[in-house]
């Protein structure tokens, strides 16, 4: 069985610019996360969605949003992106409660 | 919200010695995980444990979750167990995961 797949694994953005980051689930798991990763702050919880509803939300600005399609694929936007969002973001999807993890979307904002 | 805590927040071990690393947390929690952070950022599962004990080789796990903590035990460590330890915990609601800051490992060959 196929793994949490992310695209893309690497990103550069400028300030200003917005950005949006795709994850797919393990088949056949509905609930999605996001997680941001950075060396000050450690790995912060951003959303969970499942079957195309968000169930919980991290202390995020709202620059910070996300959706999930039917096929629970999830994807997350950042707008207006600054210095500070640079970041390894992680998706995990779960069934019964124990997460999966993808490899990352390591952003990098200049 | 719920606080973890993990301890000790740094380890270095000779290769060979056993380890155990400590998970406290808050307040009454629905899911508990064991991972492992490789070098290149992927979080590796090693034990999905809300309760009870857990053995997969060389790694073995408990969580007590009346007493509101876990443990992680490595035996018999090798430099590929190098890397950080993240406990997660889920709220009784189930949808907000917490993770704690880590304990950051490296084995000496």
């Known amino acids: 069985k196929a793994g949490v797949t992310q695209t893309p694994r690497y990103l550069i953005k400028t300030r200003g610019q917005q950005v949006t980051l795709s994850c797919s689930p393990i088949s056949g798991h509905r609930s999605v996360s996001w997680y941001q990763q950075t060396p000050g702050q450690g790995l912060q919880f951003l959303f969970e969605y499942f079957s195309e509803t968000q169930r919980n939300k991290g202390n995020f600005p709202g620059r910070f949003s996300g959706r999930q399609f039917s096929n629970s694929r999830s994807e997350m936007n950042v707008s207006t992106l600054e210095l500070g969002d640079s970041a390894l973001y992680l998706c995990a999807s779960s069934r019964n409660n124990e997460q999966f993890f993808g490899p990352g979307t390591r952003l990098t904002v200049l | 919200g719920i606080q973890v805590e993990q301890s000790p927040p740094d380890l270095i071990l000779q290769e060979g010695a056993n380890s155990t690393l400590r998970c406290n947390f808050s307040d009454s929690v629905n899911n508990l995980q064991w991972f492992h952070q490789n070098p290149w950022g992927q979080l590796i599962n090693l034990f999905y444990?809300?309760?009870g004990t857990k053995q997969n080789g060389r790694l073995s796990a408990t969580t007590v979750a009346t007493e509101r903590y876990s443990l992680l035990y490595i035996s018999s460590s090798q430099t590929t167990d190098s890397g950080v330890y993240f406990c997660a915990v889920s709220d009784t609601g189930g949808f907000k995961t917490i993770f704690g800051a880590g304990t950051r490992l490296f084995v000496k060959a």
């Open positions: 444990i809300p309760s």
